[in-house]
């Protein structure tokens, strides 16, 4: 993962990857084998519960991308089920202060030299063998390889978003526009319209770019996630199951009304 986002830093071809809403390990994996870079397993909005998000990251790796959960809220122990289930990043929504930043850091480390604040449980049963080269060093590669990905998707986290960035051990800054215009006060779906989304967008790029930390931002699809890799973000889904077949089936149904 970490080096698909690099390649993106570097001016190459963004990171890409799918979100997942419903579970299911064999869908998990035909997701995951469609040549994404990662996939996304989200326990936030999604109809995922946690035996079924363990499922997924070994179906996703089988599939050949990398595994993401995006937790439910920002939570220590929602934390540690998805380290432990063997993901390759953790996606915290909501995130609005540097304190908040910095307690997220130190519940997804474990304990070591450069972690002295981790708190990190060392119980990881079976997130080593998502790991292939690093499997069996997996309680000392976890800190460096898993990415810590906090959602900037409010008001407040704009105005702290320079300072989100600069928190130590934070790797993303991922814009949720849908929470950041209903956080302004706009409908949630009108977000790409609103210049004060706009504003405000460009100045979470600004901030993780001058801290040297990646950039992400939802997307549905192709178009706007070239959209957004135009503008500098390295990283962005292009999809949806659900999107997906809803649309899909949706047309498919209108064509059927002309038989
Ligand atoms: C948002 O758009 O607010 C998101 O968090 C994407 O799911």
Redesign the pocket.
């Known amino acids: 993962l970490r080096a698909t986002l690099e390649r993106a830093q570097q001016g190459g071809a963004p990171s890409i990857g799918q979100?997942m809403e419903f579970p299911g390990y064999t869908l998990a994996r035909t997701i995951a084998s469609l040549g994404s870079d990662w996939v996304l397993v989200?326990c936030?909005?999604g109809n995922i519960a946690d035996n079924e998000m363990y499922l997924a990251m070994g179906a996703i790796v089988t599939g050949g991308a990398s595994p993401i959960v995006?937790i439910p809220a920002d939570e220590p122990w929602m934390m540690k089920r998805a380290l432990d289930s063997g993901a390759h990043a953790i996606m915290i929504?909501m995130c609005e202060t540097p304190e908040q930043a910095a307690a997220i850091v130190k519940a997804m480390k474990y304990p070591s030299k450069e972690w002295p604040q981790g708190i990190r449980g060392a119980g990881a049963m079976f997130a080593p063998a998502n790991f292939s080269q690093n499997g069996g060093d997996y309680l000392k590669t976890a800190n460096d390889n898993i990415l810590v990905i906090v959602?900037i998707?409010s008001r407040l986290a704009v105005e702290n978003c320079e300072k989100i960035a600069a928190t130590e051990g934070i790797d993303m800054l991922f814009?949720?526009?849908?929470?950041?215009a209903?956080s302004m006060g706009y409908f949630?779906l009108d977000?790409a319209k609103i210049p004060e989304v706009q504003e405000a967008t460009k100045r979470v790029l600004k901030a993780a770019k001058d801290a040297g930390k990646f950039a992400g931002h939802?997307a549905l699809s192709a178009g706007i996630a070239a959209a957004k890799a135009q503008q500098g973000f390295e990283f962005m889904n292009c999809g949806a199951d659900i999107v997906a077949i809803t649309a899909w089936m949706s047309e498919e149904m209108a064509n059927c009304k002309e038989l």
């Open positions: 979100w989200d936030e909005h995006r929504p959602q998707e814009i949720g526009p849908n929470d950041l209903a949630a977000h939802f």
